[in-house]
């Protein structure tokens, strides 16, 4: 064994060799894989095999269907066999609402460029001749499903990796993994120890031990996954015989079961309500080739169902159940990329779903090692999602309800239940009494909207019981003052002689004058949007930045790789030690006037002004800036004062009717004004032309910022895309995000997000179109649950598109 590698990928499953074979397809051969047993001794070896390209996140689809593309060249480069079998399949539909949610689906996939078909139960009979259409309403027949061999793909990735030069050890143990101080890390075996510059925890089940080694608890935990095989079947046979192929794959969602053609039987799977985690707090070191004892018991609902829904299944018996532990993460992604405060050492672990998404895993990982950038938005499969607050018993909650919802819907306004009550702020018992409906963001409560006594939220696609208080709230902040809770933004305190110097190259913008804010985009080296952040400089040389709270992991793990070594700046996430209100409205500023005996007249207190002032008896940092697009402040309060401040607020605000509104009600006011939002509209794969910030870029400024070079080019020959806000013709249901946009009888874009506009009473979503077609107004339509809507490009706000009233 080697002593030095530039590469070591720690676990020898299907993610593993997959790492290891891009590395090397990249040129970096100076790699090796350590494997403890034999290859694939983890979950890889007694997986199910299915391949399929639907999820849903549109990005992490495009990586799965890279994964399938990718088979036939690791089995002809290593010549050896995949077993790959593209059979095709059905998804199917028992209820309306699952139809909506299916042809949701076929939408993405018009500009994913996915072959997918809507069809009848009748014609999904006729696909698959074990289904009962009477059981069904509708499905989706999708071209690219299949199934492979689970060992022979493995095999494929270590002997493609091999000939291209990286090196696989098995029966190597690693027991240790040290950082020395210059950085490079000591990878302790059984069989001896390893100096590398980079570390690859693809360990699957034993992926918690591998982070534990260096500090780091993963949010993964086991599973025990149950299918069985059931024994030849003359039905199978049969249409075998009659039609030369193998009967497809079949996706029965309202039935919680997968199912295709093992040998002359069939392969039925099941993710049962009823699950069971698997070595909760570790897993054995001794466990390699084994199958847990099966519990029949615990899917007989869903095999109840199954032979209902499939009626060949009652006559046949059942030759082997299937049960072997699989790895999950909290929301079924996989969790990859560089981890934050660990240079040098990259996540690949809680990948389900091994054989779809694989490939995709291993070549963003292998570009970002490589080139420092993944290649590809994988915002849902990034590590950084995750917080200190996702601990073992959080994990434990959320990975059996993800586990128990696998085919379940998730409606666009369902909040789930597990894990929640984690972190909430001071003032969450108060608006709770006041109707507040709970949603999370990065672990934090956050209330969504405030409901009256007896009402909560009815579960759809279209619009629900929320809807009319949402327009409540919202014509109360037009028409008077709103008071919100925003202690979800990320808030970030930069300090240092070098600060000005450093914020000066991370930020595009031109930095702000002391007591004054600015729009701070942030771009990677390519010129893309990896951050957007409001900046303020308080003066004295300390800086403000607030910013997408789901982001505060991403955006520190990119502002710490590139501080100076020198230790002249200094940054902290603050976290919850800053929490925070705002009010907004025409009334907003008499309000705040009444709480503070500072003077905040307008020519006094301009917007973007940033400035230290007492409301109530509690000190605040109060800027006047609001999300609404009207007349607001954000008010910063250190917790233990935020409870003072809000009643305060709440006293004063009687003679102004002054009410409380949600974040669904921030969403109406923000399209009004053609604002768009962190992961939606604004995502490392759209450039600040693109995305409509290019206006906050200092193009100009003597800083070198990062990615100054790129944002210039894409200025000067115009990018590709650009960011619209479009009026829709929408009767009873508004778009969420990733529906696609037709112009002219062809899908040319995608919406990021949208929703309901109540102070203007239409129907708004927000999405990238090419640049050729941007400046049209007319021919566009959006297609919403199966039915194409009529849309009108809408280029100015439709609120205060002067900004008389936010300015004035």
């Known amino acids: 064994m080697k002593s030095h590698a530039q590469v070591v990928v720690i676990g020898g499953g299907v993610v593993g060799c997959s790492v290891l074979f891009h590395l090397a397809r990249h040129g970096w051969t100076d790699v090796v894989l350590l494997e403890r047993d034999e290859l ?16 849903g996140d549109p990005n992490v689809a495009k990586l799965q269907k890279y994964t399938i593309s990718l088979y036939k060249e690791i089995e002809e480069l290593s010549g050896q066999a995949t077993g790959v079998h593209v059979t095709g ?11 909506d949610w299916l042809r949701g689906v076929v939408a993405k996939g018009r500009y994913l460029g996915l072959d997918l078909e809507e069809i009848s139960a009748k014609e999904a009979a006729e696909l698959m001749p074990l289904l009962d259409p009477k059981q069904f309403v509708g499905a989706v027949r999708n071209s690219e499903d299949g199934h492979l061999d689970p060992s022979g793909v493995t095999h494929a990735y270590a002997k493609a990796a091999r000939k291209l030069g990286a090196e696989v050890e098995r029966f190597t143990k690693v027991e240790d993994i040290v950082r020395r101080e210059d950085g490079l890390w000591r990878v302790i075996t059984n069989k001896g120890e390893i100096v590398a510059e980079h570390v690859v925890n693809a360990g699957g089940l034993w992926a918690r031990e591998v982070g534990r080694m260096v500090g780091l608890e993963l949010p993964v935990l086991a599973m025990e996954h149950m299918y069985l095989i059931t024994e030849d079947m003359p039905e199978v046979k049969a249409w075998n015989d009659r039609t030369g192929t193998e009967i497809i794959h079949a996706v029965d969602f309202d039935g919680e079961l997968y199912l295709r053609q093992e040998r002359g039987g069939m392969l039925m799977g099941t993710y049962e309500k009823a699950n069971k985690p698997w070595s909760e707090f570790s897993t054995p070191w001794n466990f390699g080739h084994e199958l847990l004892e099966p519990d029949i018991d615990r899917i007989a609902p869903s095999l109840e169902v199954g032979f209902r829904h499939f009626p060949a299944f009652q006559n046949t018996g059942i030759k082997q159940i299937i049960n072997g532990p699989f790895t999950f993460a909290p929301d079924g992604n996989p969790l990859v990329g560089p981890v934050r405060g660990l240079p040098g050492f990259w996540s690949a672990c809680g990948v389900m779903a091994g054989f779809s998404q694989g490939g ?18 994988i915002w849902a499969m990034d590590i950084s999602r995750y917080g200190d607050w996702a601990s073992m018993r959080y994990t434990n909650a959320k990975v059996r309800e993800n586990y128990s919802r696998r085919f379940s819907i998730r409606f666009p306004n369902e909040e789930l239940p597990a894990g929640r009550g984690l ?20 672990g934090l409560e956050v209330p969504l909207w405030y409901a009256p006594e007896g009402v909560k939220d009815e579960f759809s696609w279209r619009r629900s019981t929320d809807f009319e208080h949402v327009a409540n709230e919202v014509r109360m902040v037009r028409e008077g003052v709103g008071l919100s809770e925003i202690s979800s933004f990320a808030k970030y305190r930069v300090k240092g002689q070098g600060a000005e110097v450093w914020l000066d190259r991370m930020l595009a913008c031109k930095l702000p004058k002391a007591g004054r804010m600015t729009l701070a985009p942030m771009l990677k080296e390519d010129g893309k949007l990896i951050g957007d952040f409001s900046l303020a400089n308080l003066g004295n040389g300390e800086w403000f930045i607030a910013g997408s709270g789901i982001a505060e992991q991403y955006h520190m793990r990119w502002f710490e790789q590139h501080l100076p070594a020198d230790g002249s700046v200094s940054l902290e996430a603050v976290g919850q030690k800053l929490t925070g209100l705002s009010i907004a409205g025409p009334k907003a500023r008499e309000l705040l006037s009444k709480v503070t005996h500072a003077d905040v007249s307008a020519d006094a207190f301009k917007f973007m002004d940033i400035r230290k002032l007492d409301i109530g008896m509690a000190p605040c940092l109060v800027g006047r800036v609001s999300y609404t697009g009207d007349l607001g402040y ?83 020959d115009g990018g590709k895309l650009r960011l619209r806000a479009f009026v829709m013709d929408a009767v009873d249901a508004d778009v969420i995000g990733d529906e696609p946009i037709w112009f002219k009888d062809e899908v040319r874009g995608w919406v990021t997000s949208g929703g309901y506009a109540h102070g203007a009473k239409v129907s708004i979503a927000m999405g990238y179109v090419p640049k050729e077609i941007a400046e049209e107004t007319d021919g566009f339509e959006i297609e919403l649950l199966g039915k194409r809507h009529s849309a009108r490009m809408q280029a100015a706000p439709l609120f205060d598109a002067n900004q008389g009233r936010m300015r004035g």
């Open 423 to 442: 972190k909430t702020t001071p003032i969450y018992d108060l608006l709770s009494a006041k109707g507040a409906q709970w949603g999370v963001a990065y």
């Open 89 to 99: 399949g059905v998804l199917l539909a028992a209820t309306e609402a699952r139809m």
């Open 634 to 716: 954000e008010i910063w309060i250190e917790p233990e004062y935020q409870r003072h401040v809000f009643q305060v607020l709440l006293d004063a605000g009687e003679e102004f009717s002054l009410g409380l509104f949600g974040s669904r009600a921030l969403n109406a006011l923000r399209l009004e004004k053609n604002y768009g939002s962190w992961a939606r509209e604004y995502r490392p794969i759209y450039g600040p032309l693109e995305a409509g910030l290019d206006r906050f870029v200092a193009y100009a400024k003597d800083a070198n910022f990062i990615g100054k070079a790129a944002a210039l080019s894409e200025r000067k």
């Open 360 to 377: 995709g895993v291993g070549l963003a990982l292998a570009n970002w090692m490589i080139h420092g950038d993944p290649g590809a938005d």
């Open 40 to 55: 694939t001794s983890g979950s890889t070896w007694h997986a199910a095999g299915g391949m399929h390209t639907i999820n």
